[in-house]
């Protein structure tokens, strides 16, 4: 990934700047040049000083046209908050896209993990951290932190499918997850690391891993918003001639938590962020490609 330096930079953080601007003061100063230019079309069609002065003849159609697209202009403001993504119920880890969207609209983005091979959120990391380069937006820190199974070492999932449906140990087929997990650290790493080096920011992304299967999926955004499910851990996936439990993290059914939402919410965002908070500072190891690295 190349980086643009000097000129280049101070270029681009001008337009930025002038974007941010833009987006901030655009929704106001286009509600009022809409607003009177449908006032001056009444003014001017009725009154008639104003419409000698201004000379026109069909002002009343300008000015019911500038209606129209002030009504227009709002309901396509609404339909872009209503993309937005919902504060609280139940969505698809499809959906994930939007909440991550959302917290990198904060100064200081913290994005943490605890599940599977935790793919679905890499990749919307992937196009998030892609984009901070030539559009940071307000952000200038983000952390994130990922914890997946320790893919070392036996477990009842995932495996392979035995005999009378039993869950079978497979060395291969873990050894296969923790080569995805692997990568999605290499990459977020790197990108991470590029993005600091700039200067504008500073990015970090850490892996740890946990002792035994992934049974539920966490995402917590900002310390703000808790996304939290179950994986389906009898899903099954054909691969090779064989059969193996491999929870689709993708299918996931995810319970939203917003701390906007009343003191109930808040008090189950403070567990879910704390039981985060102490599985990775007791529990949470460092991965055994980070081992080996290190060593």
Not at 33 to 53: H, N, R, S, W
Not at 61 to 82: E, K, N
Request: with cysteine; hydrophobic share 40%; glycine share 10%.
């Amino acid at each position: 990934m190349a980086y643009g330096t000097g000129g280049a930079e101070s270029g681009a953080g001008l337009w930025r700047a002038l974007r941010r601007f833009q987006e901030r003061f655009e929704p106001v100063v286009i509600r009022v040049l809409l607003a009177v230019i449908f006032i001056t079309g009444l003014l001017a069609q009725f009154v008639k000083p104003v419409g000698d002065a201004l000379e026109g003849t069909a002002f009343l159609g300008g000015a019911l046209l500038s209606l129209v697209g002030y009504v227009v202009y709002d309901a396509l403001r609404d339909l872009t908050q209503a993309a937005r993504p919902p504060a609280r119920g139940r969505v698809n880890s499809r959906e994930l896209g939007g909440f991550v969207a959302e917290a990198f609209e904060a100064r200081r983005v913290e994005i943490s993990f605890f599940g599977y091979t935790g793919e679905t959120l890499y990749n919307e990391l992937y196009r998030r951290l892609e984009r901070l380069a030539d559009n940071p937006g307000p952000t200038r820190r983000v952390v994130i932190r990922i914890m997946v199974p320790d893919f070392s070492r036996p477990m009842l999932v995932p495996s392979r499918v035995g005999a009378d449906n039993e869950p079978q140990d497979d060395p291969e087929f873990r050894a296969r997850a923790e080569r995805r997990c692997q990568e999605y650290d290499q990459i977020l790493s790197e990108l991470a690391e590029g993005l600091t080096r700039i200067g504008r920011m500073d990015v970090t992304c850490q892996y740890r891993v946990f002792q035994g299967s992934p049974l539920q999926k966490l995402c917590i955004f900002n310390r703000k918003r808790v996304l939290h499910g179950l994986y389906n851990v009898a899903t099954r996936m054909p691969l090779r001639g064989a059969e193996y439990y491999d929870p689709r993290g993708y299918d996931t059914d995810i319970t939203i938590l917003a701390g906007d939402h009343g003191s109930q919410d808040e008090a189950a965002i403070g567990m879910w962020v704390k039981h985060f908070d102490d599985m990775w500072r007791l529990v949470g190891e460092v991965p055994s490609w980070r081992r080996a690295t290190a060593a």
